[in-house]
Every structure is written in C-alpha cells, then in structure tokens.
C-alpha cells in the first residue's frame, strides 16, 4: 500500500502541526507555577516567620530560595516551551500577549535567581544579626532595599501567573 501525500495535506489549514500534548502541559506548568509561588509565599513563609525567630526563619527561608527560584524557572520555562510547540503562541494579539508575559515572567524570575538573589546574599553576609543592629546601618538599609525589589519581582511573576490561568480559556493548543 502506497499513501501520496500531497504538499498542501502536510500541514493542517492554520499552518502547524497539532500537537495535542503541549496544551495540557502549558496548563500543568502554569498551575504549578502560580500555585506553587503563592503556596510559598503566602504559607509556607509566613508560617516559618511566625513559628521561628527572624533569624532562624531567614536561615531556613535563605535554605530553601536557590531551590524555590530553579522550580519556578522550570515551571515557567515548561509553559514557554508548551505554549511555543502547541504553535498557538504566535496565532493572535491575545496569544502574542500571553506568550510575552511569559517570557517577561522568565526573564524577571532569571533576574531573580541568578542576579539579584546573590546581591542580596552578599549583603545580608554584611549584617551580623537582624535582632540587633540598627535600621540606619547602611547594609540593613541596603538589603532592605534589595528585599523589597525581590517582594516585588516576586510578586510581578506571581501576578503574571495567576492572570495567565485565569485567561487560560483563551489558549488552544
């Protein structure tokens, strides 16, 4: 048996290979993505911070970002690549807004771990206890500063991933 395949059979009417895998997985990477950030940052945390002093609670929670920002760079890294192979992330102002915010999540959570945490280790090396020395010592002041670019990055990615779920109806992959 000989099957013909004729140049305009190859691909399907839209222009791309449907492939019916990645739109579950985007999906799966963007829950694991949202809800995995909003589980660490709004329990666990807050329970370390609550159930053990500042600096013991800043030790663990130190122990645990170079983990919690490589599980978001894969989360996220999964539902870029998802959303690029599904072939839907080009096809429409609403899909080319989704896939930026994606890419932008990507690149703020790259900045996260690979540039500023680091800073803000280095400074926090400075600061020989949190309980003690003053607000105005200029290394508490400084990783104060870098602490509330990192809540905030923090949060931008958060936010990017909850409006991607919530908009998640529009995405056909």
């Not at 579950?24 to 589980?39: D, K, S, T, V």
């Not at 663990?60 to 760079?73: Q, T």
Request: aromatic share 10%.
């Amino acid at each position: 048996m000989i099957i013909t395949i004729h140049p305009e059979d190859r691909l399907p009417p839209e222009g791309r290979i449907p492939l019916p895998f990645a739109a579950p997985i985007y999906r799966l990477a963007l829950a694991l993505w949202a809800e995995g950030m909003a589980l660490f940052t709004f329990v666990v945390t807050p329970a370390i911070f609550k159930s053990r002093g500042r600096e013991a609670a800043g030790e663990i929670v130190g122990a645990i970002f170079p983990h919690y920002f490589r599980y978001c760079l894969a989360a996220i890294g999964i539902a870029l690549a998802a959303r690029i192979v599904s072939g839907s992330a080009f096809t429409g102002a609403r899909q080319v807004a989704g896939t930026v915010l994606v890419v932008l999540a990507l690149s703020l959570s790259g900045y996260h771990a690979f540039a500023l945490a680091p800073r803000i280790g280095a400074v926090k090396a400075q600061v020989a206890s949190f309980e003690s020395p003053s607000a105005e010592h200029p290394a508490r002041r400084e990783f104060s500063r870098l602490h509330g670019m990192s809540m905030g990055i923090n949060l931008a990615v958060l936010a990017a991933g909850v409006v991607l779920v919530l908009g998640d109806g529009g995405f056909r992959g």
